[in-house]
């Protein structure tokens, strides 16, 4: 009779941990598995950009001006503002310092301004941005006395705002496609996006440097010496696809979408915006085809076929 028992219990403690089993393998394992076969995706509309991480170095056409003695600091211009040549800028201990030609007044300055100059950035190489990391204590920006200056004290600056540079460097796989004359966006760490022109590309060892030019203020860009940024090359909306789902028809390029009312696929011709390799950005619900004909196209939430090989494609009307 106990024996009986014993045996009726191992069985119940089996039978316990082989639900469980299933259990887990129902939650767990099966939705992966099932993953790993399944044959479409949706397509939704989104933003495709092709864009490439960088470290940077700013250059500016800067020029600090010091108090020639000891007083207080009156401003007469707020932080960066425009001003005409001979715009009175500050007065020191009585004295008042006027500008000696046409840019932005900044009270910040690092004392790199006549170091890295648009005269000399060609010289610029991936050791100088590594140095000054290295030395970013030294050469942390400060702010200019706005109560009272002593004698040879930055008091403030007048930058050049009709061109400044981003000085980058990418790694050489990341570098293709960033053309002298070419436009770009740059997107700052705070989000800031601004558009600005390659002005030079070359190889530098492992890395590109590639050089920005930009004509457009940034509140911050008197600020910063060394960041890191987002170089968009390109990007563009619309229907975003595997690239790998995308085939040919007799010339045309498309997918196979699934009917929803059998369990078929459909060729449906596309027109491809921009590809990065892995996804392509296409028209949404119709486009001009090369003769001058609007044709229908995918639209959003359409079930796409992820192989294109094994489609069947649905002949006449369903």
């Given at each position: 009779m106990m024996k009986t028992k014993k045996n009726r219990l191992k069985v119940?403690?089996?039978?316990?941990?082989?639900?469980?089993?299933?259990?887990?393998?129902?939650?767990?394992?099966?939705?992966?598995?099932?993953?790993?076969?399944?044959?479409?995706?949706?397509?939704?509309?989104?933003?495709?950009?092709?864009?490439?991480?960088?470290?940077?170095?700013?250059?500016?056409?800067?020029?600090?001006?010091?108090?020639?003695?000891?007083?207080?600091?009156?401003?007469?211009?707020?932080?960066?503002?425009?001003?005409?040549?001979?715009?009175?800028?500050?007065?020191?201990?009585?004295?008042?310092?006027?500008?000696?030609?046409?840019?932005?007044?900044?009270?910040?300055?690092d004392g790199l301004e006549a170091v890295y100059t648009p005269d000399n950035m060609q010289t610029m190489s991936y050791s100088t941005l590594k140095k000054l990391k290295k030395e970013a204590d030294q050469y942390e920006v400060k702010e200019c006395e706005d109560k009272s200056a002593a004698s040879g004290t930055p008091v403030y600056k007048i930058?050049?705002?009709?061109?400044?540079?981003?000085?980058?460097?990418?790694?050489?796989?990341?570098?293709?496609?960033?053309?002298?004359?070419?436009?770009?966006?740059?997107?700052?760490?705070?989000?800031?996006?601004?558009?600005?022109?390659?002005?030079?590309?070359?190889v530098q060892g492992e890395k590109n440097r590639v050089i920005l030019s930009c004509d457009r203020y940034y509140e911050k860009f008197d600020r910063i010496r060394t960041g890191t940024c987002r170089l968009i090359r390109a990007s563009r909306n619309g229907i975003i696809l595997y690239s790998d789902s995308i085939t040919e028809e007799n010339g045309v390029k498309g997918v196979y979408v699934m009917s929803k009312r059998v369990d078929r696929a459909t060729f449906v011709p596309v027109k491809i915006l921009l590809s990065d390799g892995e996804k392509t950005v296409v028209e949404k619900d119709y486009f001009t085809n090369d003769a001058g004909q609007k044709t229908a196209t995918v639209e959003n939430y359409d079930e796409i076929l992820k192989k294109p090989d094994t489609a069947q494609e649905t002949k006449g009307s369903e």
């Open positions: 119940m403690i089996l039978a316990y941990v082989v639900f469980f089993a299933a259990l887990y393998v129902i939650i767990y394992i099966v939705p992966q598995v099932s993953g790993i076969f399944l044959k479409t995706y949706t397509a939704e509309y989104g933003l495709l950009e092709i864009s490439a991480d960088s470290s940077f170095v700013v250059v500016r056409d800067e020029t600090v001006y010091t108090a020639d003695s000891s007083g207080a600091v009156t401003r007469a211009a707020s932080q960066g503002e425009l001003m005409l040549k001979d715009s009175h800028i500050a007065t020191v201990g009585g004295t008042q310092y006027h500008s000696e030609q046409q840019g932005i007044v900044s009270y910040y300055y930058i050049d705002n009709k061109q400044w540079y981003l000085v980058c460097w990418l790694e050489a796989d990341d570098a293709e496609g960033y053309d002298p004359g070419k436009n770009i966006t740059t997107e700052f760490s705070d989000g800031t996006q601004l558009k600005m022109k390659v002005v030079n590309n070359d």
